[in-house]
């Protein structure tokens, strides 16, 4: 965590001699908060699997820039290329639908 984390999560709750207890949960808050602000956005596929696409892409894939934040374009962008040959993650995927799924 930085230091502007913790002065911030200091100054919310209150600094005193008294005995006190702080949720974990506010100090997780200002955290997100500062990585929302300034950290590059990527993406991860922890538990993978191969999907090969059909159709629908050039045969050499394609190219597109992506920011590297959604919200401050001084961060700047990258260039991603997408081809037929995917990674899904292995909770988002199953051979049976659920009626009960909606999404």
């Not at 230091?3 to 207890?21: H, K, L, P, Y």
């Not at 500062?34 to 059909?54: H, M, Q, S, Y």
Request: hydrophobic residues 40%.
């Amino acid at each position: 965590l930085s230091a502007a984390v913790i002065n911030r999560f200091c100054e919310a709750i209150g600094v005193t001699r008294s005995r006190m207890t702080a949720r974990v949960e506010l100090l997780e808050q200002f955290a997100r908060q500062e990585l929302d602000a300034n950290a590059p956005r990527r993406f991860a596929v922890l538990k993978p699997i191969k999907v090969k696409l059909g159709r629908g892409l050039p045969e050499n894939g394609k190219r597109f820039v992506m920011a590297n934040h959604p919200k401050d374009e001084t961060l700047g962008s990258r260039e991603l290329h997408l081809t037929s040959t995917i990674f899904i993650e292995a909770d988002d995927f199953r051979e049976v639908d659920d009626p009960k799924f909606f999404g």
